[in-house]
């Protein structure tokens, strides 16, 4: 173990990344200076400027070709691209395309539809500036067992854990996590728990409603956080249809379930009522708390080990006024763990919150982004914040109010600063929705990155 | 249990089991399950004195125990055993009122040419000397035509040795089966020689007894008289902060099929034979079918919907978890999943009326871009004709005929033709005389029902039978109020378990479409005075498909009754029928009581049955490259 990790680091440095696994041995975190801080700790990491964000975008009917597509677009000022979108796959159907993320190589995106359950897996390594289509995983739901709604994308050593947000009995929101190898081959299926199988966990306070929607882990901490959203029947649904529908609307998650991660074993099943939806786990290696975000009761939760070792969950701060549905929606962490971004829906704010003190979050900075924004995704250094616009196809705002964009910021630790934006609709190309990052210098040499590759996966 | 008992079947010259005294301590009645096994099929026989009567007028609410013998029957651990066994039980009868009272035994005869009325009265004869207390019926059939089918509904298998000259038929041989079955006409036991012993029968007849007082071991039914017919994660209390889930896990979710043929052959308690095109009689074969299209999400154009996505088996045949359905790509469908229990009566479909049967019905969904979405009927059944696990079933089930736009909606609609449900507490009371089967508060919903609230004069109860619907539609003024009204009103919004907040109507608007117009039957007929007309729908199993109304607005019961007591929504339009009862709290609970006595028993053996329905998928044995 010791002997290939100090091969893993020395291979890693030559070329210019760093493998995220490291990070659980105790290596200094200052190395990497770019990246997203969303990403797996599994997972390579770019050290300098990033070249590309991919936008996982919707297809909207009667908008260019009507389809979901992958979008390039060239973030690095040095280019003579800069600020333009450079290449667009589409994929075909509108898939409710959403979440997308490497494999721990990160030779491949896989990026789900949380409508039709299909998976596509993007070539990004061969060339990162014109990403091809490798695989379509199409029978996900067969093969799980009936989970529905691939969401989370996320690398483990050699494979990509998938969570569900539905099921394809009922299209409600019990579900499970299906986990893959990197080629695309079916491993298992982990259900969340239920009041009628916890699988072994404890049910800690009221609810146990089988839930789920985002996944972390705290390899060093054996780990892994899932989070739950709602099911298709609603996410799917019109958005103020849902709200005028009391029956919807008494099928969000309450929960957070904390699992053994080298098991897959769910161990406590912790109350978080209003919809927690992504999770962010603290990067420094003395930091034992993953958080949320509440998206219906607008606040921030902390997932928090106490000294016996016990996992508990505790609101530490609004979001907003919680009164007002601002509807809290993805949100990133600086890679000291010192604050995060967070965004809201509706009032199309982002806001950032100092974490000096980690168990009581102050909210010291806001701006509005646009009409309405969703994904927000940093740097590792902090410096650069990108922000696209779309929540999901049937929930966006309707008319005037529904722009579509990818905005790119500045942050020098006081204020936000834009330097270019994509019109989405302006260009034909849809809604956008998640970003991910890709540079030029994880691929300088391809066979070198195989072997580094198989390193990484044995660990 | 009696499948541990082990002793080898006939042919040995040994004394079967039956004979002698039981060599194992039975458990006690009561202390274990007798699951059950299908439906008793119902058919023509002919009594001891030449009259055609029917089996189902002699499962006649007693406990039956059913044996196919024939008289001249020689081998000793055959037809002689069962009547042998039958015989100490008909001698218990003699000193035991309750097995009087409750237990009927019945011979039917596999020999219609010799075993004619006078030969099984003979036969019977020979066994009075048992006693007089008791009914024990020797019955056959006119011809063997009329048999053939019993044989078949009853699985009895029977061989005849034939004279190869003469004709004359020189034996029969059948494997020995006696069938027990339940007050509603259910098998729930089959006997083979191997355990044929009046001690066992009588241990299970004693179980049923218990059963029927609801000391039994099946599970305590809820109000409703289901224990399945909920949302896989049941939200019931979500309005409180001491709400606690009790969700299922999706893994537990199965089933057992159930003999749906038997069901629409002989409908429970409560329901008319079913009406059945002569162009599409069921068939087994359809059933499976229909069965397995209705599951199929692959039968629409992006693999996501199947007809279940809306009509989910324990929500009702309905969805609880919706006001309006929700189809392809989350468009919106401005009306409620309506449920599908008891369809094969309904003369009109659709809320609006507008389709006449359920072989056609089934393209509107097939085809609407707000639901399953397929872009043409050639594109839908290409698709099935592409899959693999269908290969044959169609021409299996149609004498030959592939699958096409008839074919597929006849697959389908029998299917939903069979999910019949009645035999409620309110039916036994009524229909089956059973003065024990409704509480006081639901008689006294009743009375109000077809007195004072004049529920009746729309949801029909007929003499023999009940329906709760008169297939007309009617204006109770809902979709007047929702159309003319103010359609985004403020509204109180879950956040989480007892959590609401009030959010401003704009701030709904400004990320919902605008709200669909429904004017109900004019959109049909365009006739002015048809605005606003609904369907009136079937009671039955009301308690299981909330929400209600053709909009889903009302979430209980309660609020149903509460919008007829007041009189619905008055203006020039309003139906005469609807006006304001004048009910107090009292008589409005009373009226709920008598709805929730209106749930089948036989729902949860429906729901069980979809659970074992395969769900179909992409990449499940479609046959299609992934």
């Known amino acids: 173990m010791k002997t290939a990790?100090?091969?893993?680091?020395?291979?890693?440095?030559?070329?210019?990344?760093?493998?995220?696994?490291?990070?659980?041995?105790?290596?200094?975190?200052?190395?990497?200076?770019?990246?997203?801080?969303?990403?797996?700790?599994?997972?390579?990491?770019?050290?300098?400027?990033?070249?590309?964000?991919?936008?996982?975008?919707?297809?909207?009917?009667?908008?260019?070709?009507?389809?979901?597509?992958?979008?390039?677009i060239d973030v690095n000022p040095a280019s003579p691209n800069y600020g333009t979108v450079i290449d667009s796959l589409s994929v075909g159907g509108r898939n409710e395309a959403h979440h997308s993320g490497f494999t721990d190589d990160r030779r491949y995106l896989w990026a789900g539809g949380l409508d039709t359950n299909k998976i596509f897996i993007f070539d990004v390594h061969t060339d990162p500036a014109k990403p091809v289509l490798f695989k379509t995983i199409e029978d996900f739901v067969s093969a799980s067992g009936g989970v529905v709604g691939p969401h989370t994308m996320y690398a483990f050593p050699g494979r990509m854990m998938v969570t569900g947000l539905s099921n394809n009995k009922d299209h409600g929101g019990r579900t499970g996590m299906v986990e893959y190898t990197n080629t695309g081959e079916y491993v298992a299926t982990h259900w969340m728990p239920t009041d009628g199988d916890l699988l072994g966990a404890e049910k800690g306070g009221k609810y146990a409603d089988g839930y789920g929607y985002d996944v972390r882990v705290l390899p060093r901490k054996n780990l892994m956080v899932t989070s739950s959203f709602t099911g298709w029947s609603n996410y799917m649904m019109d958005f103020g249809k849902m709200l005028g529908d009391a029956e919807a609307m008494k099928r969000f998650g309450n929960?957070?379930?904390?699992?053994?991660?080298?098991?897959?074993?769910?161990?406590?099943?912790?109350?978080?009522?209003?919809?927690?939806?992504?999770?962010?786990?603290?990067?420094?290696?003395?930091?034992?708390?993953?958080?949320?975000?509440?998206?219906?009761?607008?606040?921030?939760?902390?997932?928090?080990?106490?000294?016996?070792?016990?996992?508990?969950?505790?609101?530490?701060?609004?979001?907003g006024d919680p009164s007002k549905v601002p509807l809290p929606v993805d949100f990133s962490i600086l890679s000291d763990d010192s604050g995060f971004f967070v965004n809201t829906f509706m009032d199309g704010k982002t806001r950032f919150f100092d974490m000096t003190d980690p168990h009581n979050p102050k909210q010291v900075y806001e701006t509005v982004i646009g009409t309405q924004v969703n994904m927000v995704s940093g740097s590792w250094d902090g410096k650069r914040q990108y922000f696209t616009s779309s929540l999901l196809a049937n929930w966006d705002k309707k008319g005037a109010d529904d722009e579509q964009y990818f905005r790119a910021y500045h942050w020098d630790g006081k204020e936000l600063v834009k330097q270019f934006e994509v019109d989405f609709y302006k260009e034909k190309l849809g809604r956008s929705h998640q970003m991910r990052f890709n540079a030029y210098s994880l691929f300088a040499s391809n066979n070198a990155i195989e072997s580094g590759t198989r390193l990484a996966s044995s660990d | 249990m009696p499948a541990h008992v082990t002793h080898a079947d006939t042919g040995s010259g040994i004394l079967a089991l039956g004979y002698g005294p039981l060599e194992y301590e039975l458990p006690e009645p009561g202390s274990y399950g007798l699951p059950p096994l299908g439906a008793a099929r119902d058919a023509q026989v002919l009594d001891e004195e030449n009259r055609r009567i029917r089996?189902?007028?002699?499962?006649?609410?007693?406990?039956?125990?059913?044996?196919?013998?024939?008289?001249?029957?020689?081998?000793?651990?055959?037809?002689?055993l069962s009547s042998y066994v039958f015989n100490r039980l008909k001698s218990t009868m003699q000193d035991d009122p309750e097995l009087e009272a409750g237990l009927r035994l019945v011979s039917l005869s596999l020999d219609p040419e010799r075993d004619t009325p006078e030969v099984m009265k003979l036969y019977g004869n020979n066994f009075r000397f048992a006693g007089t207390r008791g009914d024990w019926d020797f019955v056959t059939t006119d011809s063997e035509e009329t048999l053939k089918p019993i044989l078949d509904a009853y699985g009895q298998d029977m061989q005849k040795l034939v004279d190869a000259k003469t004709g004359e038929t020189l034996d029969i041989s059948h494997l020995l089966k006696v069938f027990l079955i339940d007050p509603d006409r259910k098998i729930r036991n089959i006997y083979s020689v191997s355990f044929l012993h009046a001690d066992l029968l009588l241990n299970d007849i004693r179980s049923l007894f218990l059963e029927a007082d609801g000391k039994g071991a099946v599970p305590a039914l809820a109000r409703s008289g289901s224990v399945l017919s909920r949302p896989g994660d049941d939200k019931e209390g979500y309005e409180s902060e001491d709400y606690v889930t009790d969700s299922l896990a999706l893994t537990d979710r199965k089933g057992e099929g159930f003999d749906l043929l038997g069901l629409a052959e002989s409908p429970p308690l409560g329901l008319p034979p079913i009406p059945e095109p002569p162009d599409n009689i069921l068939s087994r074969e359809k059933i499976e079918l229909g069965r397995k299209l209705f599951y199929d999400r692959r039968l629409s154009i992006n693999d996501t919907f199947s007809c279940a996505m809306c009509h989910i088996p324990e929500q009702g045949f309905s969805n609880n978890e919706m006001a309006t359905a929700v189809g392809v790509e989350g468009r919106s469908v401005r009306r409620n999943a309506p449920t599908l229990y008891n369809v094969a009566y309904m003369e009109k479909l659709f809320h609006d009326g507008r389709e006449e049967n359920l072989e056609q019905q089934i393209w509107a969904p097939f085809l609407a871009r707000n639901e399953m979405a397929n872009p043409s009927v050639g594109y839908l059944l290409g698709k099935i004709r592409s899959f693999a696990d269908y290969e044959g079933m169609f021409e299996e089930a149609f004498d030959g005929r592939p699958i096409g736009m008839e074919t597929l909606g006849m697959a389908i609609a029998s299917y939903e033709r069979t999910l019949l449900s009645a035999n409620s507490p309110f039916d036994r009371w009524f229909y089956g005389k059973d003065e024990t089967a409704l509480d006081d508060a639901a008689r006294r919903g009743f009375s109000l029902f077809t007195g004072k609230a004049g529920c009746s004069s729309c949801h029909l109860v007929n003499r023999d039978h009940a329906l709760f619907t008169d297939h007309r539609l009617h204006n109770a003024g809902l979709g007047f109020e929702n159309s003319i009204g103010?359609?985004?009103?403020?509204?109180?919004?879950?956040?989480?378990?007892?959590?609401?907040?009030?959010?401003?109507?704009?701030?709904?608007?400004?990320?919902?479409?605008?709200?669909?117009?429904?004017?109900?039957?004019?959109?049909?007929?365009?006739?002015?005075?048809?605005?606003?007309?609904?369907?009136?729908?079937?009671?039955?199993?009301?308690?299981?498909?909330?929400?209600?109304?053709?909009?889903?607005?009302f979430s209980t019961l309660e609020e149903v009754v509460e919008f007829y007591n007041r009189g619905g929504v008055d203006h020039e339009l309003l139906s005469p029928l609807i006006r304001p009862l004048g009910l107090d709290a009292g008589e409005q609970e009373d009226l709920v009581a008598f709805l929730h006595a209106l749930t089948g028993d036989n729902v949860d053996a429906l729901v069980l049955d979809a659970f074992a329905a395969p769900v179909g998928d992409p990449g499940q044995n479609s046959g299609r490259d992934p």
């Open chain 1, 5 to 72: 990790t100090m091969i893993q680091k020395m291979r890693t440095m030559a070329l210019g990344i760093v493998v995220g696994a490291g990070l659980a041995m105790g290596l200094p975190v200052s190395t990497a200076t770019a990246d997203e801080t969303c990403m797996s700790p599994y997972m390579a990491k770019i050290t300098g400027q990033e070249d590309f964000v991919y936008v996982w975008t919707l297809g909207v009917e009667g908008i260019g070709d009507g389809q979901d597509k992958l979008v390039t």
């Open chain 1, 255 to 319: 929960t957070v379930v904390v699992w053994d991660l080298h098991t897959r074993k769910p161990r406590k099943v912790l109350d978080v009522p209003g919809a927690p939806l992504e999770l962010r786990c603290a990067w420094q290696p003395n930091h034992n708390w993953c958080l949320t975000t509440t998206a219906l009761t607008s606040k921030v939760w902390m997932i928090y080990e106490d000294e016996t070792g016990e996992w508990h969950a505790k609101a530490v701060a609004d979001i």
């Open chain 2, 55 to 80: 089996l189902h007028d002699l499962y006649d609410g007693r406990i039956v125990l059913l044996n196919f013998m024939f008289s001249r029957c020689s081998d000793i651990n055959g037809c002689p």
């Open chain 2, 486 to 553: 103010d359609a985004f009103k403020p509204s109180r919004v879950t956040l989480a378990p007892g959590v609401f907040l009030d959010v401003d109507p704009e701030v709904m608007a400004s990320v919902g479409e605008k709200p669909p117009g429904d004017v109900g039957l004019y959109e049909i007929t365009e006739d002015p005075a048809d605005r606003w007309k609904f369907r009136t729908p079937t009671l039955r199993n009301v308690a299981l498909t909330a929400p209600y109304m053709h909009n889903g607005q």
